[in-house]
């Protein structure tokens, strides 16, 4: 993209520009580690045992929180479960038929690799 307002720069007065995506990460430092989460879980009353119940409403949390903004932007939700697809191929047709204007395009959800919580 520089080649060509560097090319150009003559007939250019100003350019503009945006992220086309946004891909947010994080880690909660407090829970990352077994002890940490084992005394988050303690802190909560929630039973070693019951970890996975709590796992599964956390899921059930998220999922909700996007499902709404989803449907009233018209957007797919998608489930993939296998390694090896390219999500930019998934959606590269889906602005054709719903125009570019700003807004959720296509929601997709996988799980991601982890290490187990023991």
């Known amino acids: ?6 090319s150009h720069k ?3 007065s100003c350019t503009l520009s945006c992220y086309d995506r946004i891909l947010i990460k994080g880690s909660l430092p407090e829970i990352n580690y077994t ?3 084992t005394k988050y879980l303690y ?10 119940q709590f796992a599964k409403s956390c899921k059930s949390v998220i999922n909700k929180t996007i499902e709404e903004p989803a449907k009233k932007s018209g957007a797919q939700m998608e489930y993939i479960n296998k390694g090896g697809v390219r999500k930019e ?13 700003p807004g959720i395009v296509h929601v997709i959800s ?7 919580y023991k």
């Open 1 to 6: 993209m520089q080649n060509i307002i560097e």
């Open 35 to 37: 002890t940490g989460m």
């Open 110 to 116: 996988t799980p991601e690799r982890c290490r187990t």
């Open 43 to 52: 802190d909560k009353h929630i039973k070693i045992f019951d970890y996975a």
């Open 10 to 12: 003559d007939k250019i």
């Open 89 to 101: 191929s998934l959606i590269s047709s889906i602005p054709e038929k719903r125009g570019t204007h």
